[in-house]
């Protein structure tokens, strides 16, 4: 089993409805992120969080908001979803023992298409 | 503003040749970088840091070089096989977070 599972993988939704990707994970990181990646543009941060009580917004927040429920598990929503937020979506963690030399732990990605 | 750049969308080698690719950044003083490989329809991997005061890191085939003079660091794949094809993404560690290059596909003719 993957270390870390986006679902859906996925998505097909018409303007205006509301999304959720959810990500949970098995390393047992404190630290989790949500990046958006777009050709030509690479990966682009949207929130991350560094345990259950902290969210910070990353590079693109708007139109996007986060729920961190538990250690293992960091949701991302699209409250109204727009043409321009199709994209893929990637969930990663991190090892806060390694700080800034940890590397990053990805999920297979949420292919979102919105119509 | 800060920047950071790979040296071209994609680049088309022969196999068994060396693939050199190349991050530049601007506007950062990163204390770390790291190179990560992606493949189509999955998430990136990671496969080397690299810390400013190390000029040269190696892993098998790999080998990473950053010059924070230049602001640049390079990545080569020596004696490159077919499966070493793949998009090539570099990222600075940039205090708390993770800043990504667009990528470079690198594709390995047979």
């Given at each position: 089993d993957a270390d870390v599972t986006q679902t859906p993988r996925n998505r097909i939704t018409k303007t205006g409805k509301r999304i959720m990707l959810e990500c949970s994970q098995?390393?047992?990181?404190?630290r989790m992120y949500w990046y958006r990646q777009d050709p030509g543009l690479g990966l682009r941060l949207i929130y991350y969080s560094f345990d259950v009580k902290d969210i910070n917004k990353g590079e693109i927040s708007d139109g996007y908001s986060v729920s961190r429920q538990a250690q293992a598990k960091f949701s991302l929503s699209l409250e109204s979803a727009i043409p321009n937020q199709t994209a893929l979506y990637f969930c990663a963690t991190s090892d806060p023992g390694r700080a800034n030399t940890g590397e990053l732990f990805f999920g297979e990605g949420s292919r979102l298409t919105v119509l | 503003s800060q920047k950071i750049e790979q040296n071209s969308e994609a680049l088309n080698i022969q196999e068994g040749k060396t693939a050199t690719l190349t991050c530049n950044y601007t506007n950062y003083s990163p204390a770390y970088l790291q190179w990560y490989r992606q493949d189509p329809g999955r998430g990136p991997v990671f496969l080397l840091l690299i810390r400013e005061n190390e000029k040269e890191k190696r892993k098998e085939r790999l080998k990473v070089t950053f010059d924070t003079t230049l602001k640049q660091s390079l990545f080569h794949i020596t004696a490159s096989q077919p499966a070493d094809s793949a998009t090539y993404l570099c990222a600075i560690v940039w205090g708390q977070n993770f800043v990504f290059g667009p990528g470079t596909r690198l594709s390995v003719l047979p």
């Open positions: 098995t390393k047992g990181h404190d | -």
